[in-house]
């Protein structure tokens, strides 16, 4: 998590704006959905787990 954290920095430093953002909305979609990662199944009820591949997927298709 910590490295999203510093990529949107990073974007949003650079003025990406709009991909910082997109990052964001696909986040928040995944969480929303419960499609995470063991980080945030393990705290999660009824969440699915993925592999890490597999979130960054479930992240792009919520952009």
Do not use: P
Request: proline share 0%; net charge negative.
């Amino acid at each position: 998590m910590s490295y999203y954290n510093w990529c949107l920095i990073l974007l949003r430093h650079m003025q990406w704006f709009e991909a910082a953002d997109l990052i964001v909305k696909g986040m928040e979609g995944a969480i929303a959905a419960k499609t995470v990662t063991y980080d945030f199944e393990r705290l999660m009820d009824g969440a699915k787990l993925l592999k890490c591949s597999e979130f960054g997927d479930a992240i792009i298709a919520n952009m």
